[in-house]
């Protein structure tokens, strides 16, 4: 017969009652503190095992048999709660900690590399283009609010430009509406940049600092490629997805501190848009030859941006071409620039 | 009225018949033996120190075992993963010997979560892609937030019994509104100066209406306005130290005046931080009663200031891996600062009828990251 030692409290006050259990097959014996009680065992709920606590049985009316006796418990109910036991199990052995910590970082390391990415390129294909151009926007009112004023480049200039543009634009049938948008931004520097739906914005500093309009439409058709890549929103997604998976691994930690989730964050969003660059460039290359422009151009830009951001580091903020290489070069958000160049020149 | 047995010392209570521990007979009449009344509550009442069992090696195995499980079942599991990691620390939180347990069913956690993550999702959607939705989301936010509040705080509780005894929230959404309605009025009037005053209402609202069983909890008037004043000043002091942090780098190493300003802003911020959770946490716990129970908190700004400085520094550099570690520390130094006294122990607590709680409450709470620690 199995007997445990065990604490009962009856459900009603917090009074401690220390008792001896007798176990049958159908019930449970309690005896002592001036209780003498039967119990079916079909009616007893099994708590089920947690390391270094003791195990609780919860009896019919509120009340509840506390023990230690991990072992008597086992053998009397040998069939409750089959998958925490089996859990607990695993929680008790370094090994399958291990096991799990390899599982978790390959897991993570596997979704931010591939499994983020993938799933935001196949989500993107469903988002229709007119919630793109939405989401393009109110990401222009936003940049409108805090980044950028109105241009300063004269109407006969932006008019010149805007026909580049359309005819780089012209006969794609991809279902976006192109438009060319002139703005000067403060601490962007020359730069260029696509949002999601279409819009293209252009920084009065890049159309000074190009020497002639092929140079332009050479940047502009880089940005081209991002909506048509949709970019802008696969980015979105995945940060979204990103901030979703990390906040499920953190679980609790996060509350301990918001930086320590960040950080990694940043590290990886930094690492994502390399082949969108890469992507971008080779559409580039390739619409340019259509409107028999050669490459040349997306060299010849991408060299000056570089020169002029060399000379002042602090002007080149933002998003575009040419992206915070400055400050933040050890993530390498951006292929190299001479190796860009490079292509474009074997591109031509 | 506390008093003490003549004969063993025992605590006892003043008109008790007879003392539990040597079973001294206490009668009236002038030769009787009788209790004997004690002065100072604070001095007698037996203390209970609260115990934390935990082991970071332990957690850690629970912690990584559920993660993985988590994500090979695609989340569904999550709900078991936060029973098991609460019923762990439940456990090894002991006061007087015996350990909390934690009773939230999985099940039920899974349905919050799943009602949860709907209302995310709606909350985002209609923020994302119908911007002039947002007054409707707004008006949505604020009749919800009280019924948030009050939910997990009436689940959390259910869910916790200590001696199988269940704890108890009956705060009310009426009640909440109104407390937010007013409360959130005075921020606007004072230009956010009153968050003192909001702080303490709050405070009481969630503290008055919780009881342990029975046995309601019971808090005078609280007042955080000279925690809040001493922040303050501990904030300008910190912002000063900042500013000249880093001209002092600029002018010795030359360059990265504004990372060193950064942080020494951000560990400013971190002292701050834990002197206003510090002192919080003492000014309300010291005060509160339950039944003869009362308790003592001393946390201190430094060791707390310390202890997250270290946490945050260990799970960066470890990539995560040690915030089992970082919050078993942090849990075993909050247990450890803090002492129960009962006259008369711990086990006259009666039990109350409470009827069932779901977890949407909570889980909403969750996912919008608001936390609402006692």
């Known amino acids: 017969m199995i007997e445990f030692d065990a604490i009962f409290y009856d459900g009603r006050t917090s009074t401690r009652n220390a008792v001896r259990v007798r176990g049958f097959p159908r019930s449970l014996r309690i005896v002592g503190a001036g209780y003498d009680l039967e119990v079916p065992l079909a009616a007893v709920r099994v708590e089920p095992p947690v390391a270094g606590t003791r195990r609780l049985l919860h009896l019919p009316g509120g009340a509840q048999l506390q023990t230690d006796d991990d072992a008597a418990l086992r053998a009397l109910f040998p069939r409750s709660n089959p998958l925490e036991t089996w859990v607990h199990g695993l929680e008790g052995r370094w090994a399958y900690a291990l096991a799990a910590v390899a599982v978790a970082a390959g897991f993570t390391w596997w979704c931010a590399v591939y499994g983020l990415p993938l799933a935001a390129e196949l989500a993107s294909a469903h988002v229709p283009t007119s919630i793109e151009a939405k989401l393009g926007d109110r990401a222009l009112e936003s940049i409108d609010q805090t980044l950028c004023g109105p241009t300063a480049i004269d109407a006969g200039k932006q008019g010149e430009l805007s026909r580049n543009f359309a005819a780089l634009t012209a006969g794609q049938g991809d279902g976006y509406t192109y438009r060319l948008e002139f703005r000067a931004c403060k601490g962007m520097g020359p730069n260029a940049f696509a949002l999601p739906g279409g819009a293209v914005v252009l920084t009065d500093a890049l159309v000074k600092l190009a020497q002639n309009d092929a140079q332009i439409s050479a940047v502009l058709a880089h940005e081209v490629g991002h909506v048509r890549h949709r970019h802008g929103l696969r980015l979105a997604i995945q940060a979204a997805g990103l901030a979703a998976l990390i906040a499920t691994l953190a679980g609790d930690a996060v509350s301990i501190t918001g930086l320590a989730v960040t950080l990694p964050t940043a590290l990886l969003q930094s690492g994502y848009s390399r082949e969108f660059e890469d992507e971008a460039d080779a559409y580039a290359f390739r619409r340019l030859k259509e409107i028999q422009l050669s490459p040349k151009y997306f060299a010849q830009i991408l060299a000056r941006i570089e020169e002029s951001r060399n000379k002042d580091p602090d002007a080149n903020r933002g998003s575009g071409p040419e992206r915070r290489r400055s400050d933040l070069g050890y993530l390498s958000t951006h292929p190299a620039t001479a190796e860009r160049i490079e292509r474009a020149l074997k591109n031509q | ?374």
């Open chain 2, 1 to 374: 009225m506390r008093a003490r047995c003549p004969n063993c010392d025992n605590p006892v209570d003043s008109d008790a018949p007879k003392c539990d521990k040597c079973g001294a007979l206490f009668a009236s009449g002038s030769a009787a033996w009788k209790p004997v009344p004690v002065a100072d509550d604070r001095r007698y009442p037996v203390g209970y120190p609260v115990e934390f069992t935990a082991s970071a090696g332990e957690y850690f195995r629970i912690w990584i075992v559920n993660l993985v499980l988590t994500i090979l079942t695609l989340g569904v599991y999550s709900a078991w993963a936060k029973v098991r990691r609460r019923r762990y620390f439940y456990g090894h939180t002991r006061i007087d010997g015996e350990g909390f347990e934690y009773r939230g069913r999985p099940i039920a956690i899974l349905k919050g979560r799943l009602i949860a993550v709907a209302a995310v999702a709606l909350f985002y959607g209609t923020a994302n892609f119908a911007p002039s939705l947002i007054w409707l989301l707004a008006i949505l936010t604020a009749c919800a937030a009280p019924w948030l509040i009050v939910r997990s705080m009436a689940f959390n509780a259910y869910s916790s019994a200590y001696r199988n005894i269940r704890l108890r929230f009956r705060g009310t959404y009426l009640q909440c509104l109104g407390l937010l309605l007013w409360t959130g009025f005075i921020l606007v009037v004072t230009f956010g100066l009153a968050y003192p005053y909001f702080k303490a209402r709050l405070m009481e609202f969630l503290f008055r209406n919780h009881s342990y069983g029975t046995t309601a909890f019971e808090v005078p008037d609280l007042s955080y306005f000279g925690i809040y004043v001493r922040a303050v000043g501990l904030g300008l002091f910190v912002g000063l130290a900042a500013a000249l942090g880093g001209m002092f780098f600029n002018a010795v190493v030359g360059d990265g005046s504004r990372a060193a300003s950064t942080l020494i802003g951000y560990i400013g911020y971190l002292f701050i931080f834990s002197y206003i959770r510090a002192e919080i946490a003492n000014a309300t716990w010291s005060v509160v009663r339950i039944g003869k129970a009362s308790f003592e908190c001393a946390l201190r700004t430094g060791d707390l200031f310390w202890l997250y400085l270290v946490n945050i520094i260990a799970i960066v550099a470890t990539l995560g891996l040690a915030a089992p570690w970082a919050i078993v520390r942090a849990m075993r130094y909050r247990a450890q600062k803090m002492t129960v006294f009962a006259a008369g122990g711990l086990e006259s607590f009666v039990a109350a009828e409470s009827a069932e709680v779901g977890a949407e409450g909570e889980e909403i709470g969750e996912m919008f990251d608001f936390d609402l620690s006692l």
